[in-house]
């Protein structure tokens, strides 16, 4: 059983950085790519970055140059760096993983918020 736990998350000031981990377990060859999505309250679940075991990334434009993913294989540990928040950086942070043969997350995390003040 693949289990994802998110951790990190907190209140941080406008300008400010946080950092999000997501640690894996079981299912050795289940999260050979993993994601970060998010959740605005009210709106749709959207992809922030992923990251495969090779160390090959990819983010949303609306992220990228602040928020960078980075995995630490031998922890089986995904991170998410993030910088110069803003306020619409707020949302649940959700860690998800898939095999590579599969085109969708398989797996998700329970979520971490993120709040950003202004």
């Known amino acids: 059983q693949v289990q994802l736990v998110e951790s990190g998350g907190g209140l941080v000031q406008a300008g400010g950085p946080l950092r999000l981990s997501c640690v894996a377990s079981g299912g050795a060859g289940s999260y050979n790519v993993m994601g970060w999505y998010r959740q605005a309250p009210g709106k749709q679940r959207e992809w922030v970055a992923q990251?495969?075991?090779?160390?090959?990334?990819s983010n949303s434009d609306s992220v990228k140059g602040r928020l960078t993913v980075s995995r630490d294989n031998a922890e089986n540990t995904m991170y998410l760096q993030m910088n110069s928040l803003k306020p619409e950086d707020t949302a649940v942070y959700y860690c998800s993983a898939r095999p590579i043969y599969s085109t969708i997350p398989l797996y998700w995390g329970q979520g971490t918020q993120v709040t950003v003040s202004s």
């Open positions: 990251i495969f075991s090779g160390g090959t990334t």
